[in-house]
């Protein structure tokens, strides 16, 4: 266990439906990161928070995608209008500022969306 | 971002020293290679990070040569719960904070 927890662990749900993933960082730590990991492959970044502020965002975050962090403290990843193509792992890391970029993320368990 | 090459899947046998190979020959003055770690149905987790020559810690050693274009994770005596997905990054220490991963190499560690 890392300490940084996410809620759900599985959803499931059909198309078209908004689904809202919840991510507890550890708690000291300023920075939070969204991927996805999709079978067999590495996990792809999506976006990325220092304390509230967004400051990254992939190309692979669509216009149905968006992730908050209102207090700098937990995150929430909402996709809306689901798809099939969807369907993935959903993983948060978290870190807290170092002297050089390199800094440890520490994963969460991830939520497994699978979209029928 | 130097891209990382290594290879897809090893076998081993408990008791054995792993050595998984890593190139990345487009590695730039400020980037630092990194290890994850990921088990089936968990996130990845941090192994160990180098910059050069050999980096040990008590789960593994790192091993990066003068030239940098290739670095071996070393695992000794693995056993059975080493059997994972082990991933090979080049993080920069300035700017971009974001963890490019590859498709990792699947280690499968048998009796």
């Known amino acids: 266990d890392t300490g940084v927890s996410q809620d759900p662990r599985h959803k499931i749900t059909k198309r078209g439906q908004n689904v809202t993933f919840r991510c507890d960082p550890i708690?000291?730590?300023?920075?939070l990161y969204w991927y996805r990991q999709t079978l067999g492959q590495g996990p792809e970044f999506l976006t990325y928070f220092q304390n509230e502020a967004q400051l990254e965002k992939s190309r692979l975050l669509s216009d149905r995608f968006s992730a908050e962090r209102p207090k700098g403290s937990f995150s929430t990843l909402e996709i809306q209008r689901t798809e099939q193509g969807d369907s993935a792992m959903y993983l948060c890391?978290?870190?807290?500022?170092?002297?050089?970029?390199?800094?440890?993320?520490?994963f969460g368990p991830g939520t497994r969306l699978t979209v029928l | 971002l130097a891209k990382t090459t290594q290879p897809i899947s090893m076998d081993s046998y408990e008791g054995q020293e792993v050595n998984i190979t890593c190139s990345h020959n487009n590695i730039a003055t400020n980037d630092y290679i990194t290890w994850y770690q990921q088990f089936p149905s968990q996130g990845p987790r941090f192994i160990i990070q180098?910059?050069?020559t050999k980096v040990t810690n008590e789960v593994a050693s790192l091993f990066i040569p003068a030239d940098r274009k290739s670095s071996t994770l070393s695992l000794p005596r693995v056993s059975l719960s080493d059997t994972a997905v082990y991933y090979c990054?080049?993080?920069?220490?300035?700017?971009?904070?974001?963890?490019?991963f590859g498709s990792g190499t699947r280690l499968q560690v048998q009796p």
């Open positions: 890391a978290s870190s807290v500022t170092g002297e050089r970029a390199t800094d440890t993320q520490y």
């Open positions: 990054l080049v993080q920069r220490d300035t700017g971009r904070r974001a963890l490019t």
């Open positions: 708690s000291e730590h300023n920075r």
């Open positions: 180098g910059y050069k």
